[in-house]
């Protein structure tokens, strides 16, 4: 057999969790310091969200789900970082902290901002920092060969003291004007969940920089028959040790990544030579049949907030309790996170759902490279 040595491999982590769901959840205000709410809240810049549903439940839940909610949309603009401090734009948004703004660049090589609850956050060379004048502190490399000593800067938009005039506000301007003055293209999300501002009113408060609205990319894949684990609530209950508990959880985490890349492994009827392919379907009892089903992905592409995703699984919870009776029907919500840091960056989560119980798994360093 080949053996194919994967050193970024070894900065990858996977935290794994079980619970309960609420019994009800308010959809104005759900618990965000709760798992799983808690999971979707700490990733604030999503790419990707991925739902994986049997078809009887898609049948079941979908129609009613897609009916009342509203297709992610974002807003991308060529601007320079002093255009966050302008006028308007800077009291709607900054100031009040709806605005989810994220630039283009690779951290650890190239500058990088982002904007989220009224923090901007600057990753910065050596240079760049030193000539900016602004507080921060260095940040990890990762132990790349080579690498060139960075910082982090958080500037605290919404402390009083942060309005035109004052001094602290004044060096940050000056910084933003003079040293950190290159336009980069940005993507801006209106977080709703936290101010009444809009996408409209930021494409008008922009108007000079010419943004324009975009609209996440939708698709809707219904999967050939697959082989299907045991994905009962009684499955982990039943296990006997931590250790068969851990293996359970990283068998169903891979059928679930392997769902998601349409797979011909997990497929009925695939006949791979073993010398090629050694992957065999997790279960329990390796006596008992393997059963299968027919899956229905639905995946959305483009750039997300936290509170749309947590609307998307409210609104799965809400419809899946009242419109199915079988307590072990499930559904997968998952979420591929932007690359925000150059070490242990939040990669993304998957989020396993019965009526009343879920498993949750945080990805983190799966980006970085030695």
Known sequence: MLDFNDEASGHEKT??????LPAHVDREKPPP???????ISNHAFVHTTELILP?????????????RLEQPQYIQVIMPLSSLLEGDFFNA?????????????????????????????????????????????????????????????????????????KKGFERVAWAFRNVLNASLTWLLLVDSSVSVGSLDQAMSLLAKHQPRIATCRFTETV???????????????????????????????????????ESPRILVGDDIDPYLSRYSLPQSDPERPQPSSTLVTLRWHGAM????????????????????????????????????????????????????NHISWEFVGASQRA
């Open 15 to 20: 935290y794994t969790s079980f619970g309960q």
């Open 33 to 39: 310091r709760k798992a799983p709410f808690s999971t």
């Open 55 to 67: 078809k009887d439940v898609y049948n079941a839940v979908w129609s009613s789900m897609r009916s």
């Open 93 to 165: 948004f900054i100031k009040t902290g709806s605005a989810l703004m994220l630039s283009e660049g690779r951290p650890g090589v190239d500058d990088v901002y982002s904007v989220r609850d009224g923090v901007v956050t600057l990753e910065l060379g050596k240079e760049k920092y030193e000539r900016s004048g602004l507080t921060g502190k260095p940040i990890r490399s990762g132990a790349r060969k080579h690498a060139k000593e960075r910082f982090t800067v958080d500037l605290d938009l919404r402390q009083p003291s942060m309005l035109h005039g």
């Open 223 to 261: 999967h050939p028959h697959m082989y299907t684990p045991p994905l009962s609530t009684d499955e982990v209950a039943s296990l006997a040790s931590e250790t068969d508990i851990e293996d359970y959880c990283n068998d169903l985490s891979e059928w679930l990544a392997l769902v998601s890349l």
């Open 305 to 356: 907030t936290a509170n749309w995703i947590t609307q998307l699984f409210l609104s799965l919870l809400h419809e899946y309790r009242n419109r199915t009776d079988e307590v072990n029907d499930w559904a997968s919500l998952s979420a591929t996170a932007f690359n925000r840091h150059a070490v242990e960056n939040a990669d993304g989560y998957n989020i396993m759902a019965w009526h009343s």
